[in-house]
């Protein structure tokens, strides 16, 4: 064997060895939104926004190496009552005045050992930290992830959406009071300690 072509065969076996780099997406706020259900004993409050934010990093051929932040801005959770509205921003309960953002950081994901493909849902299991009124817990969620090629896709500019996009959905459940939020006994019958979570995210290829 000649020393160009061994020279040659390294270079290609380091090449094939050499993990794929990371692609970062961008959420888009006007296509992802995160919402939160109250179930109580009198009352059903559901409030939502769409004013969410971050960067996810996703090696296509791997996602289980996926990191990222999602964040949303608490003045703009809105649930149907201007007055619930402004008490559930007040420094009582999310004090958006003092803790503007709640976050949620991946620290690590379960997936499949297979790439993302267009238009191929992937269940994953996401473990992060999510951040609500400076109290931080950790949390495990199911998760499923879907990448689109908006080549293929049937989307385009008029949604804000110009490159290729990987959308995640997940539902869970979360404690107010592991968050340092108490609900005083008057209100107990109308506001629940356990909230479900919905989030829907949309992050494009930047």
Known sequence: MTRTLRTFLAAAALLAAA???ATDFGVLANTSNISFTSDALLETITGTT???GGTLSVDLANPSSARGTITADVATLRTGV????????SDQWLDAAAFPQITFEITSVEAPATALTHGQ???ATVTGTMTIKGTSQTLTVP???????VSDAQVGSAYGITNN???VTTHFS???DDFGISIAPPLQAKVSNTLQIDVRVTAQQQ
């Open 121 to 123: 849902a992937v269940a």
């Open 174 to 176: 979360i404690e107010l």
């Open 165 to 167: 996009i990987v959308r």
């Open 82 to 89: 201007d007055m619930r509205d402004e008490h559930l921003v």
């Open 50 to 52: 769409s004013s969410l």
């Open 143 to 149: 998760a499923t992830v879907t990448y689109y090629e």
């Open 19 to 21: 993990p794929a780099a």
